[in-house]
């Protein structure tokens, strides 16, 4: 090789820019990027010449004028008087609560139904096989609206708990009521009340969540140190200290204090006037958007989970089963760790699509970002370009998070391949 | 290449089709004649008011509007293009110029006249909003729904109102906010909410597809006013007057007695001078707003005067049975006042 | 044999017992239920369970079901004939109202005598497709242009086509079935074709909008074989220039000038006339063709080097794909008034087009970078070794293997994308699960009616994305088998 002789250095010409491979790239990308440029202030010039033409101006201050709607079930506390910026937040924690709860569900089940398809359950597997390909196969509205009025045909209204012989009767030991509007659980109440901690805007945390959630994560990391102290006794001496009993203990005795300082008790709801009061009500739109997304979900989980566990190769579970495991901890101890490799990056988007979907929540009542900001705000302010503009940039942030997230997730599973 | 091809093909098909919408600043009389077509923006579907039916021809209360303008300018009541907007649309297509007029049952309000910079041209319909509730519910009046779940539709004014209406005497309620008027009406039905609010005339509309209306009950309660009118963009006066004087000849056609059957026979000898200037047997009006001197007169006939289309869309006749109520004529003690054809 | 050892062997078996039967409770149907419903308490516990969601689906629905009226003008008459046939108190379905509406669902407001031309230009579809997707066996090519053929011909006939159309369709269609059957690669100048031809019969018009639209090809591509030998770049551009300068400012004075000649114009239908199954898949197809090229280029954007541009493909896809579709859907009938000059007005359908195309590209561009992660780093070498330039390298070498290996997301990115189709009622166009069902529940005859037009609709929706899945596991079957 070195002893072809370098090429003569030629002078600069202009064809080089086009011929030559040293300075095509830079050519291309200066012409790009002028393109680029060019397209987004011809954007941004066509936008505001719109806007003079109609006399709009590009404004945020709607966000702080009074929004005039109420929402059903803020997740916290907002009225009529309060500001559309205030909406749009209890529509974003809205977005969020759904997909945080959609995303373990569908998690759950899809791992649950992926490992029941490869069941060697006849009538089982097939019954999956069938549930999956209905949910891929039709639009997640049309779900979304058959969940959604089976809750309302199905369960009864809150009348039919009235009386002293109700035609229904509140399951689950008479805690929880099923009405065609929502469902209604128990709250929980404190005798020993320690007060609420004020974080500014009307937001409030009672001092006792703080201190389950004080205790609990104090336990958990208590917890790691007595396991690992047990694994450094096991690898010193071959045997490892029972530390079930321990864990147990700093998990369960620190909490029970607690429910007993506090005083905790549920407060069962009860039907007042038209509907259940002194419990919580799960609105039925929230439950019929968290069970489509789920279930919608769900299936594209099962088949992603499904080809992660056949990906890992026979010889994995054969040599796990003459070790003498058992098959679930085959599965949990085997296979499923190193399905995980495969089946994340897939899960991520599916977590992503399930975010986005969750903005259809507008079909069942369910007020979330796309209702509130890029709905009864937008219908009513009528700022639709800053009202979508800031809508799609939440949006953008929120998926960004979570694959970030996911990510992280993956370095961490990815660490442990060999 | 197949990809060029077909986004060439798209690009020639636009400018042939999307051509004539091009026009749409400054002179919408203009535009509309040579287009050779008004364009209507309506509802998606609302019972009495605009829904297409099963060949296709919408019809209703507010196509009715439509047709009568594009008589007036076009000649032809079937030279319209019905464009259904939904309720985050509608302001927006209009004063982006996809539509020349939007007759979507619209609440006439300070802040969209001003701050959505479009212009009411006038009233079709006076609507209120009220609550349908069950018989077995035993409630008689809208003051004991405190702590009642309310199903509702989003995106219009109804919200609001409910909102202040609650507040201002005091009473909790648990809102439904539903999209779609099918998906509400379900809810109601299955009993997921204690009442449901709308504006009065689609309540009737919805009882009385029940399959027992004689279960609900409308309360008597009007919460809110409602003026439904048409609207047109901001800024081209003369094609608001069009529209506005389009609707004052088909109400004051009905309080002349001018119908769509006696109006060829009205025109050539009609004693009132008022009648005669309405049908441009005398003075010249249309010509002051650009059209020609019949204009009034294919308006009316295109589908009757503004009582013939009642009768004919929402009336107690129909299945929806509204009642005139507040959309009588002045002179039977409801508001319609068309101002004098002078 | 036996003879011989008569005297030594006191018994010799000469004749094999006939096999037994296996124990009753190891063969037959007995023996199945046991392997595979009853193998432990587990498994049993999950048939019990499967059985009992059966027979509650099945109790539940069984009678709505039974009880169907397809023969009714009004809500209000399906419910009275229910309560006559099945008694007071019933419940049933009333699919008359999928009878009287069924070809809102299926066309929008298309006019009813022209409902052949979709149905035509669905039919040319297939055959388009042909060369393309059934091109690896003849008999499944056959069987599927015969059937096309004959399905295309009758739905023509039923709905009333007139006789010119008739022969236009049967020349087309048997003549693909017989030059499928001689030399498929010519119907590929047929797929070339078909976006025009499609895009006519859809819209309709003049034809000689599509014909300057090829004239104008044909000159770009006249400009390009000029140059060729002089400079292959400087010849692109001038191609790409003359085509897309005469597709702007030539074509439609041409067509015009044309047209005033001689017509050749059929009836034109505006774009707000679609709705439907019609509108789903208008969408879903010119979806589907846009997005894959564009994604190919947008993966193959964000493999460059080249850094300027491998950073724009990342911030626009990761930007696309982090938003929900509908919020693009509201930037198309929201937005895109204030971005574009002011005045401008086009269609909505090619707005809503455009940000679907977008939307699957982003996906698509996603799927194909896998694919491309996915091929050995040798093949890229031995493109380099063979000192091919990098598009030549591309379209040989990397993107069909590439393509190949991505079949399978390639195919779920259009059966999402043609399921999101739905969500175009959200910006006011007839989709056909909720755009056509709340205007037909507008009609006073069907106000109330709630689950048929779900039920129908979602089995359509069902119909077409299952085939779709089922072909892709097919084709991935079937190419997995030529490579291993």
Redesign the interface.
């Given at each position: 090789m070195s002893d072809i002789p370098a090429p003569a250095h030629q002078p600069f010409r202009l064809s080089m820019l086009l011929y030559d491979r040293r300075y095509r790239s830079m050519t291309i990308q200066v012409v790009v990027f002028i393109l680029v440029m060019a397209a987004g202030w011809w954007l941004v010039d066509n936008t505001i010449r719109n806007l003079q033409a109609l006399g709009k101006d590009f404004n945020f201050g709607f966000l702080f004028q009074r929004s005039g709607y109420d929402i059903g079930s803020p997740p916290i506390p907002y009225n009529s008087d309060d500001t559309h910026l205030r909406a749009a937040v209890v529509g974003l924690l809205n977005t969020v609560i759904i997909s945080i709860l959609g995303c373990i569900a569908a998690t759950f089940l899809g791992t649950a139904v992926g490992i029941a398809r490869l069941s060697n359950n006849w009538l089982f597997a097939r019954l999956m096989t069938i549930y999956v390909e209905m949910f891929r196969n039709i639009p997640l509205l049309l779900w979304i609206l058959i969940v959604y009025a089976l809750l309302t045909e199905i369960l009864p209204a809150p009348a039919a708990y009235r009386g002293e012989d109700p035609e229904w009767s509140k399951i689950l030991f008479g805690n929880v009521a099923l009405t065609n509007r929502y469902t209604a659980i128990p709250s929980i109440g404190l005798t020993n009340d320690p007060g609420m901690l004020d974080l500014g805007f009307r937001i409030m945390i009672n001092w006792a969540t703080i201190a389950f959630a004080v205790v609990l994560i104090g336990g958990w990391l208590v917890r790691r140190v007595v396991l690992n102290r047990a694994q450094a006794a096991q690898d010193r001496t071959g045997e490892r200290p029972t530390t079930w009993w321990i864990n147990l203990a700093i998990m369960t005795v620190p909490s029970l204090l607690l429910i007993w300082y506090f005083g905790l008790h549920l407060i069962q709801p009860e039907l007042t006037g038209f509907n259940f009061s002194g419990g919580l009500n799960l609105q039925n739109g929230f439950v019929a958007l968290w069970l489509a997304l789920t279930l919608y979900t769900g299936a594209f989980i099962a088949e992603i989970v499904r080809a992660g566990i056949l990906s890992v190769s026979k010889g994995q579970t054969e040599a796990a089963f003459a070790l003498g495991l058992q098959p679930n901890r085959t599965m949990n101890l085997v296979i499923l760790p190193q399905a995980l490799r495969v089946i994340i990056p897939p899960l991520t988007s599916q977590y992503l699509n399930l975010t986005k979907n969750s903005s259809l929540a507008i079909a069942v009542a369910y007020m979330d970002l796309r209702g509130t900001l890029g709905g009864t705000t937008l219908n009513q302010t009528g700022r639709e370009l800053e009202a979508i503009l800031l809508m799609m940039l939440i949006y953008l942030a929120l998926s960004l998070l979570i694959s970030a997230g996911m990510n992280a997730f993956n370095a961490r599973v990815k660490l442990k391949e060999r | 290449m197949k990809r060029s091809v077909f986004l060439g093909s798209v690009a020639a098909f636009v400018a042939a089709s999307g051509g004539a919408a091009l026009a749409a600043e400054g002179d919408t009389l203009k535009a509309v004649q040579d287009r050779g077509e008004l364009i209507c923006g309506v509802n998606t579907g609302l019972v009495g008011f605009a829904a297409p039916d099963a060949s296709g021809n919408w019809t209703g209360f507010d196509i009715a509007i439509c047709k009568a303008v594009a008589a007036a300018v076009l000649g032809d009541p079937n030279k319209v293009k019905y464009v259904p907007t939904t309720g985050q649309t509608r302001f927006t297509a209009l004063s982006s110029g996809e539509v020349d007029v939007l007759a979507r049952n619209s609440t006439w309000t300070f802040s969209r006249d001003t701050d959505l910079a479009l212009d009411f041209i006038g009233v079709n319909y006076y609507d209120g909003q009220g609550f349908m509730v069950s018989k077995d519910l035993g409630v008689t009046s809208a003051k004991e729904l405190d702590g009642a779940t309310i199903c509702i539709q989003t995106g219009t004014t109804t919200e609001l109102n409910l909102a202040d209406y609650f507040k201002a005497n005091n009473m909790a309620y648990q809102p439904v906010n539903i999209d779609s008027n099918a998906e509400g009406e379900q809810q109601y039905m299955a009993g997921a909410c204690d009442a449901y609010t709308t504006d009065a005339s689609g309540l009737a509309a919805t009882r009385a597809a029940f399959a027992d209306p004689e279960n609900h009950v409308i309360l008597p309660e009007i919460v809110s006013k409602e003026p439904l009118g048409p609207a047109v963009r901001h800024g081209d006066n003369n094609w608001g007057d069009i529209v506005r004087w389009t609707l004052n000849a088909l109400i004051a056609a009905e309080e002349y007695g001018v119908t769509s059957t006696n109006i060829e026979e009205l025109a050539s000898n009609s004693e009132n001078p008022e009648v005669q200037r309405l049908l441009g047997s005398s003075d010249d009006l249309g010509a002051m707003i650009g059209l020609d001197k019949d204009w009034a007169k294919r308006a009316i006939m295109a589908s009757g005067n503004y009582g013939e289309i009642f009768a004919k869309t929402i009336g107690e006749e129909t299945p929806i049975g509204l009642a005139r109520g507040l959309n009588a004529q002045w002179t039977q003690g409801g508001l319609l006042y068309a101002p004098p054809f002078r | 044999m036996s003879e011989m050892h008569a005297e030594t062997v006191p018994f010799v078996r000469d004749t094999m017992i006939p096999p037994a039967q296996p124990p009753e409770l190891q063969s037959g149907a007995v023996k199945w239920l046991r392997?595979?419903?009853f193998?432990g308490p587990v498994?049993t516990a999950?048939?019990l369970?499967?059985?009992a969601?059966?027979w509650f689906l099945f109790s539940h629905f069984w009678d709505w079901f039974a009880h169907s009226v397809w023969n009714a003008g009004s809500?209000?008459e399906c419910?009275q004939i229910i309560a006559e046939r099945w008694g007071e108190g019933s419940r049933g379905a009333c699919w008359a109202v999928i009878r009287?509406?069924w070809h809102?669902y299926m066309f929008g407001?298309y006019p009813?005598e022209l409902h052949f031309r979709p149905v035509m230009a669905f039919g040319f579809l297939m055959v388009a497709l042909a060369p393309v997707l059934f091109s690896e066996t003849v008999i499944i090519r056959r069987n599927v242009l015969i059937v096309t053929t004959v399905a295309t011909l009758l739905l023509m006939f039923l709905l009333k086509a007139p006789m010119v159309w008739m022969v236009f369709a049967a020349v087309i269609l048997i003549g693909s079935v017989i030059l499928a059957e001689r030399r498929v690669s010519r119907l590929l100048v047929f797929?070339?074709l078909y976006?025009?031809l499609g895009?006519?019969l859809l819209?309709g018009?003049s034809l000689w909008?599509?014909i300057?639209?090829?004239v104008?090809?044909g000159l770009g591509w006249a400009a390009w074989r000029l140059l060729v030998g002089f400079s292959p770049?400087l010849a692109m551009i001038a191609g790409v220039l003359v085509?897309l300068g005469l597709?702007?400012f030539a074509?439609?004075p041409a067509?015009s000038d044309a047209r005033s000649l001689l017509a050749l114009s059929i009836i034109?239908v505006?774009?707000?006339?679609f709705g439907g199954f019609l509108l789903s898949i208008t969408i879903g197809v010119?979806g589907i063709?846009?997005s894959l090229?564009?994604g190919i280029v947008l993966a193959l954007a964000r493999r460059s080097?080249?850094?300027?541009?491998h950073t724009?493909a990342v911030v626009f896809i990761?930007?696309i794909?982090?938003?929900?579709?509908?919020?693009l859907l509201?930037?198309a009938?929201?937005?895109l008034?204030?971005?574009?000059?002011?005045?401008?007005?086009?269609?909505?359908i090619?707005r809503v087009i455009i940000m679907v195309t977008i939307f699957a590209a982003a996906y698509m561009a996603?799927v194909i970078r896998g694919g491309l992660a996915a091929l050995p780093r040798g093949q890229y070498e031995a493109a380099d070794a063979l000192g091919l330039d990098y598009w030549r390298a591309q379209r040989l070498i990397i993107l069909p293997q590439a393509l190949k290996i991505s079949i399978p997301g390639i195919v779920s990115t259009f059966?999402g994308m043609f399921?999101?189709t739905?969500?175009v009622v959200?910006?006011?166009?007839?989709d056909p699960?909720?755009?056509v069902?709340?205007?037909?529940?507008?009609?006073?005859n069907w106000?109330?009616i709630?689950?048929e037009p779900?039920i129908f609709?979602?089995a359509i929706?069902?119909i077409i994305?299952?085939s779709m899945?089922r072909y892709s596991m097919y084709l991935e079957r079937r190419l997995q088998r030529d490579h291993r």
């Open positions: - | - | 392997a595979n419903l193998s498994n999950l048939t369970l499967g059985v969601i059966i809500l209000t419910r009287e509406r809102q407001f009813p797929s070339f976006p025009l895009v006519w819209w018009g909008g599509p300057m639209v090829l104008a090809l770049l085509t597709w702007l074509v439609g067509a034109p505006d774009s707000d006339q010119a063709a846009l090229p564009m080097d080249m850094f300027l541009v724009l990761e930007f794909r982090g938003v929900p579709l509908i919020t509201f930037v009938s929201l937005l008034n204030y971005f574009l000059p002011p005045g401008t007005n086009f269609d909505i090619l996603e059966i399921k999101d739905t969500l959200f910006v006011g166009l007839f699960l909720k755009g069902s709340d205007f037909v529940r507008a009609d006073i106000k109330g709630y689950w779900y609709v979602g929706f069902f994305c299952f899945s």
